[in-house]
């Protein structure tokens, strides 16, 4: 038996069958964390070699005050979903690619990364450790967090001594409080989410504190997310602060290059696969923020917000309505997108990790 095979015989899964559940309200999951039974650990030293990795029960870690991440940030995290079939197997979307993202961002971050072999087994034990906290078909998905981390100490700028590779994860649904109701974005013109030579790019935690200034201000306004533009002339659409952001006009469906200041979403390189299959001619382009008004539709997507329709956008005090419905092409994209990871059309593209 595996690691992770005797992990759930001896965790909570254990008590329940095959295809039984955790104590979970299922219809009333948001995007909260619920913390599961195991996490996956594994460390490096400077050797710059992974080794050791196990299931320990989930729970607080251990770390030196001066560790590099706490005081300079260095480290990287990625998420991806799983999803139970009906038959009770796990699907896995992707991983493969989250694991050529965190090794690309974690040459960015100057930190040591595990192989593509060791974050792929690493995925998929947490996920099958912690099988019971899946929501059943229909209800959600378990988003799968791993992180890099520069654990070890150091007082003077510079790169960590140990890093350490966790994986946890949690039962989700759907990310923003709308549902899937259409989202109120606000584009944000004060503030920059990354800027050319930085690290916007990848996926690094740096990225995410600086946007919350705007992002708690957009939201006490009563928007959903903010719409950052490019740093440089405050011009092109960039990202919002959790997804990547696509608009539509006619046959055409456009999201912004992801030049070094935005993060290649996987949903997002997804849909575009998607989009195309579906005879639509998808450009990817530096897009003036003055075409929001020309948009017929504007969608997100991202692993956490899945692909989500824009009912309107705030810019310069113009509010600006889209389309939505089912009618649309976000929402036949996304039930592509959303039967693939789900098992109920099937995976012609190597898309999917079955355990
Ligand atoms: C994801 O979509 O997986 C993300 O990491 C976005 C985050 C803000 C929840």
């Known amino acids: 038996a595996s690691n992770a095979e005797q992990?759930?015989?001896?965790?909570?899964?254990?008590?329940?069958?095959?295809?039984?559940?955790?104590?979970?309200?299922?219809?009333?999951?948001?995007?909260?964390?619920?913390?599961?039974?195991?996490?996956?650990?594994?460390?490096?030293?400077?050797?710059?070699?992974?080794?050791?990795?196990?299931?320990?029960?989930?729970?607080?870690?251990?770390?030196s005050p001066a560790a590099g991440v706490l005081n300079y940030g260095q480290g990287i995290y990625e998420g991806m979903k799983a999803f139970r079939k009906e038959d009770g197997n796990l699907?896995?979307?992707?991983?493969?690619?989250?694991?050529?993202?965190?090794?690309?961002?974690?040459?960015?971050?100057?930190?040591?990364?595990p192989s593509l072999d060791q974050f792929i087994d690493a995925v998929k034990q947490t996920a099958q450790a912690n099988k019971c906290w899946v929501p059943p078909p229909g209800k959600g998905s378990l988003y799968i967090r791993p992180l890099l981390i520069g654990s070890g100490p150091i007082l003077g700028l510079g790169t960590s001594?140990?890093?350490t590779f966790l994986v946890y994860a949690s039962p989700v649904r759907n990310y923003f409080k709308e549902g899937s109701a259409p989202l109120s974005i606000y584009v944000e013109e004060e503030y920059d989410r990354?800027?050319?030579?930085?690290?916007?790019?990848?996926?690094?935690?740096?990225?995410?504190?600086p946007v919350l200034?705007?992002?708690?201000?957009a939201k006490s306004r009563g928007y959903s997310d903010v719409l950052y533009l490019d740093s440089v002339n405050k011009k092109n659409l960039e990202e919002v602060s959790s997804c990547n952001i696509f608009i539509v006009?006619?046959?055409?469906?456009?999201t912004p290059t992801t030049a070094g200041t935005i993060l290649s979403g996987v949903t997002r390189k997804s849909i575009i696969e998607i989009a195309r299959d579906h005879g639509y001619q998808v450009e990817e382009r530096?897009?003036?923020?003055?075409?929001?008004?020309?948009?017929?539709?504007?969608?997100c997507t991202g692993t956490a917000v899945g692909v989500a329709p824009v009912g309107n956008i705030t810019y310069k005090d113009?509010?600006?309505?889209?389309?939505?419905?089912?009618?649309?092409?976000?929402?036949q994209l996304y039930s592509t997108l959303i039967g693939i990871q789900t098992g109920r059309i099937e995976d012609k593209k190597g898309w999917i990790l079955e355990i």
């Open 161 to 163: 001594p140990e890093y």
């Open 249 to 254: 006009k006619g046959n055409v469906i456009s």
């Open 91 to 113: 699907l896995i979307f992707r991983p493969d690619q989250n694991a050529m993202r965190m090794k690309i961002g974690s040459e960015r971050m100057c930190m040591p990364s």
């Open 7 to 63: 992990a759930c015989e001896a965790s909570v899964c254990s008590k329940f069958g095959k295809n039984e559940y955790a104590d979970v309200d299922w219809d009333n999951l948001g995007f909260g964390l619920v913390p599961t039974d195991y996490m996956y650990m594994m460390k490096c030293s400077n050797n710059g070699i992974f080794e050791q990795g196990q299931l320990n029960l989930y729970g607080n870690i251990e770390l």
């Open 318 to 331: 113009r509010r600006m309505e889209y389309k939505t419905g089912v009618q649309t092409v976000c929402p």
């Open 286 to 299: 530096a897009i003036p923020v003055d075409e929001l008004s020309e948009a017929d539709e504007v969608f």
């Open 213 to 217: 200034k705007a992002l708690l201000r």
């Open 194 to 209: 990354s800027s050319r030579g930085g690290a916007g790019g990848v996926k690094s935690i740096t990225n995410y504190a």
